[in-house]
């Protein structure tokens, strides 16, 4: 499971003014990540990633940030939940970045028939191994991130992806979870992580991001929990 370093606020200032990359994110004590952020940081260091590594999950993941020591009760929590995961669907890419936790399912863990949205048997059995986790970790909001190669029109991609995510959010909802955790968004073809040249790599564009936070009461109870 990868874990990505967030700096504290001087330093976001400073890669913010400095650089736009973000190779020089290393492994870090998960404490400090949520202790070394603030909200307005977060958000700056959010959108940052986002754009400079062409991740919108990752960069809403880093960008809902509380920051103190409130922030490093949460991630301590999202430690926990992200190990859950990764022992869940192994095949899954789980990232922990600042207090939330980057997910990727790429094709073989989410499937979907060509040019639909319809989820297959298989992509239901894996989004089922979720389940015990999201449930157990109910005080999170989770957006859906729908991605696809770059076959076909940018337009149809686009409408293909938004209706995918929503399918993956559907599926969830149909099985118990709360909607209002949910938002989805459909980037089509933009963002790809692997070439589009071949059939591999448009394998891997073919994929369903989560970026998971904490929602309003697991802040109010972090908070809380710092102030003792």
Do not use: W
């Not at 986790?133 to 957006?143: A, G, M, R």
């Not at 959010?169 to 040249?197: C, H, M, W």
């Amino acid at each position: 499971m990868k874990k990505i370093t967030i700096f504290g606020l001087v330093s976001l200032l400073v890669l913010a003014n400095l650089t736009t990359s973000c190779s020089s994110i290393k492994n870090a004590n998960n404490t400090q990540k949520g202790a070394g952020i603030g909200v307005a940081a977060g958000a700056l260091i959010g959108g940052l990633i986002g754009a400079s590594s062409g991740n919108a999950a990752a960069g809403a993941a880093i960008g809902a940030a509380v920051g103190g020591v409130a922030g490093g009760v949460i991630g301590n929590k999202m430690d926990k939940q992200a190990r859950e995961i990764d022992q869940a669907l192994p095949g899954a890419d789980v990232e922990r970045v600042g207090e939330g936790i980057h997910l990727t399912l790429k094709e073989d863990s989410v499937l979907f028939d060509t040019n639909k949205a319809s989820l297959t048997a298989k992509a239901k059995a894996n989004l089922d191994k979720l389940l015990p986790v999201f449930n157990e970790y109910s005080d999170t909001n989770i957006e859906i991130f729908g991605y696809t190669d770059s076959t076909g029109s940018p337009e149809f991609n686009l409408t293909l992806s938004q209706k995918r995510a929503a399918s993956v959010k559907d599926y969830l909802v149909s099985k118990g979870l709360v909607a209002s955790r949910f938002k989805t968004t459909g980037l089509g073809i933009e963002q790809p992580i692997a070439t589009n040249d071949t059939p591999e790599g448009r394998s891997q564009n073919r994929r369903v991001e989560f970026a998971i936070t904490a929602n309003d009461k697991m802040k109010e109870d972090a908070k809380k929990e710092a102030g003792k």
